[in-house]
């Protein structure tokens, strides 16, 4: 997403530069790269190495930036140090991208977010259930919390061309179907129960994941456990869009999401989509048409996929509800705001 919204920046006349806390897995750096846009890297191999704040701190005072917005954690709190050790007041936005996180469990650094979210003019939710997860751990966030969904390029996903299939698996047949999640490989994205529910489809259904993280060794062991012939691992992909084309169901199984963009991708691409039961992707899914299923059941799921093949056709009569959720609709909402924050 943060390729798209530089895209459509630049088209906007927006001068922007971009820096990232590592070089290491940096997958989306070329696409960054082609956009002519300065990219300022970090020579730290951890996202969290506190040299990052030094890092940071450098490149605020060698230029005069009008908006600082950060995105993830490591980002708000290093910004939000450095911010303080220039002495020189930029307003400074965050987004809040999950409804929840390790953080909250633990009253030790309960305080650590109360200062770091303190520092920031305003924080950009991505859904309201965002907002109201943040706004109850953190009450006086509140005030200053304002909610802009997430946007896709959407003819990125419409007009994507499909992939041949036997690119994706070798041996597929004609009327074999594919499952499709795309995800980190992560504990709150939840594959296992994708690949528990595998054993309770037909032969011919087939599950494909695409994505890495830090649980794909895990993962990938855990499959082994199950229908594992069926069970296939693309590891990270530049043609999402394209595979997206050429499968039958999405699926995104999360325990907890602030959004859950990948799914509005795969209905701007045509598929029919499942994803958890849960705050901030239930509302997104449902509202465009997509279905839901109860978190870590894996035996609703496998119905609700055989239930949505046996259907054929699936009607795509989505195109008016997914365009709210366009990069264009997207950047013009920030725009907005860093203009109103300038004043």
Same mark, same amino acid.
């Given at each position: 997403m943060l390729v798209d919204i530089?895209?459509?920046?630049?088209?906007?006349?927006?001068?922007?530069?971009?820096?990232?806390?590592?070089?290491?897995?940096n997958f989306f750096g070329d696409k960054?790269?082609?956009?002519?846009?300065?990219?300022?890297?970090?020579?730290? #191999?951890?996202?969290?190495?506190?040299?990052?704040?030094?890092?940071?701190?450098?490149?605020?005072k060698n230029k005069e930036y009008n908006i600082i917005h950060t995105h993830l954690f490591a980002p708000q709190l290093f910004t939000s140090i450095a911010s303080k050790l220039c002495f020189r007041k930029?307003?400074?936005?965050?987004?809040?991208?999950?409804?929840?996180?390790?953080?909250?469990?633990?009253?030790?650094?309960?305080?650590?977010?109360?200062?770091?979210?303190?520092?920031?003019?305003?924080?950009?939710?991505?859904?309201?259930?965002?907002k109201d997860n943040l706004s109850r751990y953190l009450p006086e966030t509140y005030s200053k919390i304002?909610?802009?969904?997430?946007?896709?390029?959407?003819?990125?996903?419409?007009?994507? =061309?499909?992939?041949?299939?036997?690119?994706i698996i070798s041996d597929?047949?004609?009327?074999?179907?594919?499952?499709l999640m795309v995800a980190a490989m992560r504990e709150q994205k939840d594959p296992e129960t994708l690949i528990r529910a595998s054993e309770l489809l037909p032969s011919h259904y087939h599950i494909l994941f695409v994505g890495e993280g830090e649980y794909f060794a895990s993962v990938k062991a855990y499959a082994k456990k199950y229908s594992e012939q069926n069970i296939h691992f693309l590891g990270s992909r530049s043609d999402v869009p394209n595979i997206m084309k050429s499968v039958d169901v999405f699926v995104l199984s999360s325990k907890y999401e602030g959004?859950?963009?990948?799914?509005? #991708?795969?209905?701007?691409?045509g598929l029919p989509v499942l994803a958890s039961d849960?705050?901030?992707?239930?509302?997104?899914?449902?509202?465009?048409?997509? #279905?839901?299923?109860?978190?870590?059941?894996?035996?609703?799921?496998?119905?609700?996929?055989?239930?949505?093949?046996?259907?054929?056709?699936?009607?795509?009569?989505?195109?008016?509800?997914?365009?709210?959720? =366009?990069?264009?609709?997207?950047?013009?909402?920030?725009i907005q705001l860093y203009k109103e924050n300038l004043k």
């Open positions: 530089i895209r459509e920046m630049q088209q906007r006349e927006i001068n922007c530069e971009v820096v990232v806390l590592t070089k290491k897995n960054l790269a082609k956009l002519n846009v300065k990219i300022h890297y970090s020579s730290s #191999e951890k996202i969290y190495s506190f040299k990052n704040i030094v890092f940071i701190k450098s490149i605020i930029i307003p400074l936005i965050t987004t809040e991208h999950s409804t929840s996180n390790k953080r909250r469990d633990m009253k030790v650094l309960f305080l650590l977010d109360r200062w770091m979210y303190k520092q920031y003019d305003q924080i950009i939710a991505i859904s309201t259930a965002t304002i909610v802009i969904e997430n946007g896709i390029d959407f003819k990125q996903y419409e007009e994507a =061309t499909p992939i041949d299939r036997n690119l597929i047949q004609d009327n074999d179907k594919i499952i959004f859950g963009l990948v799914t509005v #991708e795969a209905m701007a691409s849960i705050p901030g992707l239930r509302e997104v899914v449902q509202e465009v048409g997509g #279905e839901v299923f109860e978190a870590g059941n894996e035996k609703v799921l496998a119905q609700k996929i055989q239930r949505i093949i046996s259907r054929g056709i699936y009607n795509k009569d989505y195109s008016k509800k997914i365009k709210k959720f =366009t990069i264009e609709h997207t950047v013009a909402k920030y």
